[in-house]
Nanobody, 121 residues
Framework: QLQASGGGSVQAGGSLRLSCAAS????????MGWFRQAPGKEREFVAS????????YYADSLKGRLTISRDNAKNTVYLQMNSLKPEDTAVYYC????????????????WGQGTQVTVSS
């Protein structure tokens, strides 16, 4: 089970840290990813991290504003988002993948329920 949290409403330029807590499986055996879906749009890749945290991918359009990290002792992956823009408004989902990190959502095995991020101008 994946539980995403940390979403909310912020003004443009603000920051949020999303968390995704995993239970029911050995967290350190899985790569983790974040995706988002804005209203009326397809779900898109945001960031992913390998099991050890040593390999990280970011969406090109979001590089420089995001940091993905994980704490395997706490079974949690984080997404720090800075300099938020109204176009970052979306539901953010976390997902797990049994092998390495990926930018492709169809390669992920399990998904959390999502957390809403709303950025106002």
């Amino acid at each position: 089970q994946l539980q995403a949290s940390g979403g909310g409403s912020v003004q443009a330029g603000g920051s949020l840290r999303l968390s995704c807590a995993a239970s029911g499986r050995t967290f350190s055996n899985y790569a983790m990813g974040w995706f988002r879906q804005a209203p009326g749009k397809e779900r898109e890749f945001v960031a992913s991290v390998s099991r050890s945290g040593g390999v990280i991918y970011y969406a090109d359009s979001l590089k420089g504003r995001l940091t993905i990290s994980r704490d395997n002792a706490k079974n949690t992956v984080y997404l720090q988002m800075n300099s938020l823009k109204p176009e970052d408004t979306a539901v953010y989902y976390c997902a797990v993948r049994r092998i390495g990190p990926s930018t492709r959502q169809y390669e992920y095995d399990y998904w959390g329920q999502g957390t809403q991020v709303t950025v106002s101008s």
